[in-house]
């Protein structure tokens, strides 16, 4: 299976890119792309406790199924003022 990754903010920055593709298995969670992310880009793993998740534009918790086609988003909590 395909997905897309939406990624936003700092994340964005550490990636190098607003958009990647990932092959997953069926049955993966959210969280389980996170931690291929996490895998990847180890900058990523300071954000696990607060990041926020979407998936097809609607939030999302992470323990949630991916299908394939979805588009998974991942926020990084902003300040600012």
Do not use: C, H, K
């Amino acid at each position: 299976m395909r997905v897309t990754v939406r990624l936003f903010a700092r994340l964005r920055d550490i990636a190098g890119a607003s958009e990647l593709a990932r092959d997953v298995a069926p049955g993966t969670t959210i969280r389980a792309v996170w931690r291929q992310l996490a895998r990847e880009y180890p900058a990523f793993a300071e954000y696990e406790r607060s990041i926020s998740a979407a998936v097809n534009t609607d939030y999302a918790r992470m323990d949630e199924v991916v299908r394939d086609g979805d588009e998974v988003a991942f926020l990084p909590p902003v300040s600012g003022g």
